[in-house]
């Protein structure tokens, strides 16, 4: 396993309409992330998991976004009713442990037109 | 609420310049920081910094923290092209599990 990988890498849709993001992380780590990252700011922090569970939420996390890792390996990132202002770089981290670097996956960008 | 603030936002420089990059932060209970290279993919790990003073290197690259100014700074010696990159500092609370929270970023543009 060389890193993190994200699908799709680019998405392009209409405002109103629903999106899946999924990240497979690095084998054996624990720990997932996602992050947004819009143009000229670093990256905002979604949420995390350990192992499947949800620990923690940022308030960024609308109730139009669910994430998931039901078998603690890939995760989910969906967007109910997309809006102009959901187009963003998606990223997708993972780290082994708590505490110390993340490894970070290449991105979705979202386009929502 | 946690803040990481970074200096300058953007910054153009010539081959063989020195530049020298910073990032303040407010955070209650800090554990680390840590600097990342982002060219037009992944941000990649550059170091992970957690005691005051100790300088860290890598190359070209160096970095040393405050944590009594709460301050951080990431020097580049002998600038290349490819270093051209948005630098991201980003630190990590005790509480928060490894969760990073990180500034806007520092644009470097090199000129050849």
């Known amino acids: 396993d060389t890193g993190v990988s994200q699908d799709p890498r680019h998405k392009i849709t209409k405002r109103g309409q629903n999106v899946t993001f999924r990240c497979d992380p690095i084998?054996?780590?624990?720990?997932l992330y996602w992050y947004r990252q819009t143009l000229g700011q670093g990256p905002e922090f979604l949420t995390y998991?350990?192992?499947?569970?949800?620990?923690?939420k940022s308030r960024l996390l609308s109730d139009r976004f669910s994430a998931e890792r039901p078998k603690g390996s890939f995760s989910t990132l969906e967007i109910q009713r997309t809006e102009q202002g959901d187009s963003a770089m998606y990223l997708c981290?993972?780290?082994?442990?708590?505490?110390?670097?993340?490894?970070f996956g290449e991105g979705s960008r979202l386009t929502v037109l | 609420e946690d803040k990481v603030v970074q200096s300058p936002l953007s910054l153009v420089v010539h081959e063989g310049d020195t530049v020298t990059l910073n990032c303040s932060y407010e955070v209650t209970n800090f554990r680390s920081l840590l600097w990342y290279k982002q060219e037009k993919k992944a941000p990649t790990f550059l170091f992970m910094l957690?005691?005051?003073?100790i300088e860290k290197k890598s190359g070209r690259l160096s970095s040393i923290l405050d944590k009594k100014e709460l301050f951080s700074i990431l020097n580049i010696t002998a600038t290349q092209t490819g270093d051209s990159a948005i630098y991201l500092c980003?630190?990590?609370?005790?509480?928060?599990?490894?969760?990073?929270?990180f500034g806007a970023g520092t644009i470097l543009r090199v000129k050849s």
């Open positions: 980003a630190v990590e609370a005790a509480e928060y599990g490894n969760k990073l929270v």
């Open positions: 998991f350990q192992n499947e569970a949800q620990l923690e």
């Open positions: 957690t005691s005051s003073g």
């Open positions: 084998s054996e780590h624990n720990r």
């Open positions: 981290a993972s780290s082994p442990w708590a505490g110390g670097e993340l490894f």
